[in-house]
């Protein structure tokens, strides 16, 4: 089911290091992954995505790592800056075209300057 | 273009009041979500519409919430009789949906404060 009422697990990193950001999704069969970023008193917005059939894909910065095999999603920020700052969330949807995407549970990034 | 937009902004009402909260999908999107967020919190699924099949309204929390979307566009999440721990942010966001589309667009919330 979906998350309710639970407190966000938070990760401070110092600004310039990298961050790595855990997800475990639920369903085996899931065949496309999303991950988000939320600051605050916005609404979240897309930062990368990853298929199925892929287990790495990177972006500007930014990599997602994929391991079906212990259903598992990383979120990794290199050279994490103090605008990384926010709540990470990443989502997941069953296969078939018409279904439902699930959002995990978010994590907070606090970036020390 | 113009993205998903939601109306009010902020929303202050009194226990025991009836709410309607709009949503604006980007025009196109064949899916809509409602979601909720308490202060510090993950987000919880309310509700998701699909084109023209019945809505999955699975999160919807007790019989005083419900939502329409008319025309497969615009929608209206309505809360009755509201109470006090129905304040937080209410998101809506929409997509096209598929398997490669299925990347949601926010919107910016409306903000509920029942007192």
């Known amino acids: 089911g979906e998350s309710v009422g639970l407190h966000l697990p938070t990760l401070s990193v110092q600004e310039g290091d990298n961050s790595i950001i855990n997800c475990a999704y639920s369903n085996s069969a899931s065949d496309y992954f999303i991950w988000y970023k939320q600051e605050s008193g916005k609404g979240p917005q897309f930062i990368i995505d990853i298929r199925s059939n892929m287990d790495k894909r990177q972006g500007q910065r930014v990599t997602v790592l994929l391991n079906k095999t212990v259903k598992h999603l990383s979120l990794q920020i290199a050279a994490t800056q103090p605008g990384d700052s926010a709540v990470y969330f990443c989502a997941e949807k069953p296969p078939g075209g018409y279904q439902k995407v699930t959002f995990g549970t978010g994590t907070k990034l606090q970036v020390i300057p | 273009g113009a993205g998903v937009s939601q109306s009010p902004s902020n929303k202050v009402t009194e226990k025991g009041k009836d709410v309607e909260l709009r949503c604006d999908p980007i025009s196109g999107h064949t899916a809509l979500y409602w979601y909720r967020q308490s202060l510090g919190q993950g987000l919880e699924f309310l509700i998701y519409f699909q084109g023209n099949s019945a809505p999955d309204k699975s999160g919807l929390p007790s019989d005083r919430f419900s939502a329409e979307r008319t025309g497969g566009s615009v929608s209206t999440l309505t809360i009755q009789r509201t109470q006090q721990e129905d304040s937080a942010v209410y998101l809506c966001?929409?997509?096209?949906?598929?398997?490669?589309?299925?990347?949601?667009?926010f919107g910016p919330g409306t903000r509920l404060t029942v007192t």
């Open positions: 966001a929409s997509s096209f949906s598929g398997t490669a589309m299925s990347r949601q667009y």
